[in-house]
């Protein structure tokens, strides 16, 4: 049994024959739940849908008279009363053509042109003529526009897919008819004009260009894009990219800048490059010891690169101590590879940027968006996670046994890691030859067997659970339905402020492997739905140190600022405090003090605070204050949740224990940590 609304509206049994469904209203009704099938519309709905302004008063009578006879006409457990309203339970020929168009994406995406063309074509083949173009109800009107989008958009894919398999002369005489019946639609045009300069017809490509500019300006008073320019460019010096098979109409004009380095703090190289133009900017961070550039000899990884960089601006770019940047001695913490994401940011003029994080870059995004909500306009993370290992409070983590082949040796750094990582990042591809020989390849180019070993060491002291909470920048949360980190996920998507969260079909931990047009779409949606979502700048996450300084001391508290690169904050009268972008730097600002002031009792706390005419304030100030009061003379005392953002830094800190700080006349138990200096 299947619900046809590729054309003429039908439902035909498993022998092809149609059912009677009664007159138009009952047929118009049964469409609008189609489009929502196994969703429920409220009855509301159904009436502003089916008679918009003109409502009659017994239109919810009407809607229970219709379903009842629907009801009559579809086999029995189809159509389902799920207050406030109904829910259709059918298959639809829509959701076969989605899921071949899917599949034509993706072997287009991965090079099968070929395979990607036949899907296409399967997909088109459902059509039997226009969508809904029996019903005038209001609904109608706008799905029909909808539908008819869709059916374009798969032409033009199919167009490409052949176009890369060198049916350019086959592709004219149709491609001209869809212009005359779409003469503005500007990806089709270009097509046209490629077919025909593949096809020895240069001036006529040329001549198609003019007359869509003539058009465009006509009707519109506008002139084409770069894109459609660039083209043109293209055609008059007879560049010798637009006969081969990687410059389609829709893949031109994309934008490869060199790869380039910067500067970071601590003297550090970092490469980066930029990827196409567009209004937002976009920062992706890889995971584990995954490196940018080679990514581009892969078809998948490629292809998920130009995905984002039609987004917008993509800029890629290798953490210190992989791939392509300054490797580094020990492991760099997650504080510093925010520096690396702020250096890279300056360097390409980015004021804001979404930040992307795959696995572990998805913490690091986290806490960047939380410290940094002025640089942030959205968080997403890709199968990331707050905190990795296990613990009493977090069951779901990883177990040390789980993760033995992270430390390996030099002989097993190769082949043998490899199979691993696939088969738990990777399953679809884990068995694949051509698979595992790349991402050997791949990954002994992003480090070394010791440097993998001190990296695993600071992925499992990652800690951000407590920072989730403080993230006032849209965020993003996806993940696939099967993937290994899916508890993890699922966890900072319940814990992030208003995170829209997407769990997206199989089981591949790595977004680019398996379905990636299902996380690409999500990103998409998720963008297209920012605007002008205002963020609350006023709110950031702070380490704040307070410390009793006597008077003369206080040119030496200043020093350490200045080093640390802090901010001073106003404090009574013997009393020092400061504000830093970092926990870590905090820490050591603090353990320099206690090196000048032999007696110095400090306090450090992370936390959420207020920015109010430039000034800072909020429980953060207090809750540090308390800290300092309950340490001995000589002793740095800091919160737990310092201790859990300083991963990767080599501050090592000893227990004290639970503490009673009464704050704001109330009194709350915190764990504290005595800083080893």
């Not at 047929?27 to 609008?32: G, N, P, Y």
């Not at 800072?616 to 005392?637: N, S």
Request: aromatic share 6%.
């Amino acid at each position: 049994m299947e619900l046809r609304l590729l054309g003429p509206l039908e439902v035909v049994d498993g022998g092809g024959e149609a059912l009677k469904l009664g007159g138009r209203k009952p047929r118009a009704l049964l469409a609008r739940l189609a489009l929502d099938a196994g969703r429920t519309v409220s009855v509301d709905q159904l009436v502003d849908d089916l008679w918009g302004e003109e409502v009659p008063e017994s239109a919810v009578k009407m809607v229970h008279i219709h379903v009842s006879a629907l009801r009559k006409a579809l086999p029995p457990g189809t159509l389902h009363t799920r207050p406030p309203g109904y829910a259709l339970e059918l298959p639809l020929d829509l959701d076969r053509f989605e899921r071949l168009r899917r599949e034509g994406r993706q072997a287009l995406e991965h090079g099968d042109a070929a395979t990607a063309s036949d899907r296409f074509a399967a997909a088109l083949d459902l059509w039997r003529g226009p969508a809904l173009a029996e019903f005038s109800e209001p609904f109608a009107l706008v799905e029909a526009a909808h539908l008819r989008e869709r059916l374009l958009v798969c032409v033009e894919d199919r167009v490409d897919a052949d176009l890369q398999l060198g049916r350019h002369a086959d592709l004219v005489g149709e491609l001209e008819s869809h212009v005359a019946a779409n003469p503005l639609r500007e990806r089709l045009r270009a097509q046209l004009m490629v077919a025909l300069y593949r096809s020895g017809r240069e001036a006529d490509a040329l001549a198609v260009y003019h007359a869509y500019r003539e058009t465009l300006n006509e009707e519109l008073g506008l002139e084409p894009s770069a894109r459609m320019r660039e083209l043109e460019r293209r055609i008059l010096r007879q560049d010798a990219g637009l006969d081969g098979r990687e410059e389609t109409s829709d893949e031109a004009a994309l934008k490869l800048e060199p790869i380039r380095y910067v500067q970071s703090v601590g003297g550090y190289s970092i490469a980066y490059q930029v990827v196409g133009d567009g209004p937002l900017d976009i920062i992706f961070v890889h995971g584990f010891i995954c490196s940018f550039q080679p990514g581009w000899e892969w078809p998948a990884l490629a292809s998920f690169y130009r995905g984002l960089a039609k987004l917008g601006r993509l800029i890629l770019f290798d953490k210190r101590g992989t791939g392509l940047s300054d490797r580094v001695l020990g492991i760099a913490s997650l504080e510093e590879r925010m520096d690396d994401v702020r250096a890279v940011m300056d360097a390409v003029g980015a004021e804001r940027a979404v930040v992307v994080g795959v696995s572990e870059g998805g913490p690091m995004c986290t806490l960047f968006a939380a410290t940094h909500p002025d640089r942030t306009q959205a968080l997403v993370t890709l199968g990331a996670y707050a905190r990795r290992n296990w613990a009493p409070d977090y069951p779901i983590g990883r177990r040390a046994e789980q993760d033995g082949w992270l430390r390996p040796t030099a002989e097993q750094w190769g082949r043998y890691a490899v199979e691993r990582f696939l088969r738990e990042r990777a399953p679809t591809i884990a068995t694949d030859e051509a698979a595992i020989d790349w991402y050997t390849s791949y990954l002994v180019r992003g480090a070394s067997p010791a440097a993998v070993a001190a990296i695993t060491d600071m992925n499992e002291e990652i800690d951000v659970r407590h920072v989730l909470g403080t993230v006032r920048v849209p965020s993003l949360v996806v993940y696939r339905a099967q993937e290994y980190l899916r508890e993890a996920s699922r966890y900072m998507g319940a814990r992030l402020p208003g995170a829209h969260v997407v769990e997206a079909p199989g089981s591949d931990h790595l977004p680019w492997e398996g379905d990636q047009g299902a996380v690409l779409e999500a990103i998409e949606r998720f963008l297209a739905d920012l605007r002008a979502q205002d963020v609350e700048p006023n709110l950031i996450l702070t380490t704040v140190l307070d410390a009793d300084v006597p008077e003369p001391d206080l040119a030496i508290a200043r020093a350490a600022l200045a080093r640390f690169r802090g901010q001073p904050l106003d404090a009574p009268p013997g009393r020092f405090r400061a504000s830093f972008d970092g926990p870590a730097r905090a820490v050591r600002c603090a353990s320099t003090l206690a090196e000048a002031i032999p007696r110095l009792r400090a306090g450090v706390h992370t936390g959420e605070c207020e920015l109010v005419d430039g000034r800072l304030g909020g429980p953060a100030l207090e809750i540090a204050a308390g800290v300092a009061r309950a340490a001995t003379a000589g002793e740095i005392l800091a919160t737990s949740t310092v201790q859990d953002l300083v991963a990767g830094s080599g501050i090592e800190f000893s227990e004290r224990g639970a503490v009673e700080l009464p704050l704001a006349g109330a009194s709350r138990e915190w764990r504290l940590y005595t800083v080893e200096h």
